[in-house]
């Protein structure tokens, strides 16, 4: 199990497996930018190298986005392990993500 010692936050999906997420936003905006550093950052601090995250940009691939129930922009989709989990916004606050895509065992 992978623990952050500072955070308090830990990050296991309890069988090795990388977590897999698709973060959906709309072309180079800010908010779409800060949601990619910040979800990088993040994601490389607590689940170091056992994620995979796809990036969907709604205006260059809408055939994607047409799919999935998005009801605002940037917005991040936990699809492994299950339960999906959805967040939005520019995943700014790390407490945030670890409690809407569940990630704290």
Do not use: C, H, W
């Amino acid at each position: 199990m992978k623990k952050e010692k500072d955070s308090g936050f830990e990050a296991d999906n309890n069988d090795g497996d990388p977590f897999v997420f698709r973060l959906y936003v709309t072309g180079a905006s800010p908010n779409s930018s800060r949601a990619i550093t910040n979800l990088k950052a993040f994601f490389e601090k607590y689940l170091k190298s056992r994620y995979e995250l796809q990036i969907i940009d709604v205006y260059q691939q809408p055939q994607f986005a047409k799919s999935v129930d998005i009801i605002a922009l940037p917005l991040l989709i936990k699809k492994f392990p299950l339960p999906e989990r959805r967040l939005i916004g520019d995943m700014s606050n790390s407490e945030k993500i670890f409690k809407s895509l569940n990630l704290v065992s």
